[in-house]
């Protein structure tokens, strides 16, 4: 019998938080849900628990095989040689590189793109340039968007953008907390009732979701969010459409 983590995958919703603070690599995001990876390699001493947003991970008693160190650092190094060179410092796994398809296309859809009218109306689109005053906000179906999004996805301006007013940033390389007081002026003085949220699959940028459902939730209004999660080869991961009270 040991304490171990116990993940309860109903409150998870895959941002990764809790993989990134674990030091013995012990969780990994498999299909949306945090998972333990082996019983070895939690030392259960919880660094995980109190990074969850969801309070999704506790601790339990269980009959457990015991906590491997040798294993834990054997695979860690592995992991080390293998991407080192394809991770930035931090070891972000949102930030491992990796090579896409070619970007070629055949000379008619480069065609077909430059037909293409932009969807765009509205300027500037960085959400920490956008005055909160921007008349163009009254009553907008907003889409805000991760920086990347506009790069993966091959039809943004057709399939994300058209109809709605633009607000990009990224939930890890800006400063959220001004972005959330931010967007809650905005969703209040401009009476603002729908919000696209589109983001990468990649954790990190799941903070763009989070952020978004606490300015609307200190709103205080009542306002439709659609969540879409973008693949990194653009693809639609999934499309969900909450109704936050
Ligand atoms: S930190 Fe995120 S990924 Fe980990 S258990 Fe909590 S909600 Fe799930
Ligand atoms: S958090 Fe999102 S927008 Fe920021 S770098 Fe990562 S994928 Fe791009």
């Known amino acids: 019998m040991r304490k171990i983590i116990k993940i309860d995958e109903s409150r998870c919703d895959g941002c990764g938080i809790c993989a990134e603070a674990c030091h013995e690599g012990a969780i990994i995001v498999e299909d949306g849900k945090a998972k333990l990876v082996s019983e070895t390699y939690c030392d259960g001493l919880g660094d995980c628990i109190g990074e969850c947003p969801?309070?999704?991970?506790?601790f339990e008693m269980r009959e457990a095989a015991a906590y491997d160190e040798a294993a834990v650092k054997a695979r860690t190094s592995a992991e080390k040689a293998s991407s080192s060179?394809?991770?930035?410092?931090?070891?972000?796994?949102?930030?491992?590189a990796k090579?896409?398809?070619?970007?070629?296309?055949?000379?008619?859809?480069?065609?077909e793109a430059a037909m293409q009218e932009s969807e765009l109306t509205n300027w500037p689109v960085q959400l920490k340039l956008v005055p909160v005053q921007a008349p163009?906000?009254?009553?907008?179906?907003?889409?805000?968007a991760a920086d990347c999004t506009a790069f993966a996805?091959?039809?943004?301006?057709?399939?994300?953008?058209a109809d709605k007013v633009c607000l990009v940033g990224?939930?890890?390389?800006?400063?959220v907390e001004p972005y959330i007081d931010k967007l809650v002026q905005?969703?209040?003085?401009?009476?603002?009732?729908?919000?696209?949220?589109?983001?990468?699959?990649v954790p990190c940028?799941?903070?763009?979701?989070?952020?978004?459902?606490?300015a609307v939730a200190k709103s205080g209004t009542s306002v439709t969010l659609k969540l879409v999660k973008l693949a990194l080869n653009g693809k639609f991961l999934e499309v969900r459409q909450i109704f936050p009270s």
């Open 136 to 144: 163009y906000l009254a009553g907008a179906h907003l889409l805000i």
């Open 99 to 111: 090579e896409l398809k070619s970007a070629k296309s055949d000379p008619q859809r480069q065609k």
């Open 85 to 96: 060179e394809d991770k930035l410092p931090c070891g972000c796994p949102g930030s491992m």
């Open 205 to 214: 940028c799941g903070g763009l979701v989070r952020l978004v459902e606490e």
């Open 186 to 201: 905005i969703i209040k003085l401009h009476g603002i009732e729908e919000i696209d949220v589109a983001y990468m699959e």
């Open 54 to 58: 969801q309070g999704a991970i506790s």
């Open 170 to 175: 990224c939930p890890k390389l800006d400063e």
């Open 153 to 161: 996805c091959p039809n943004f301006h057709r399939d994300l953008l």
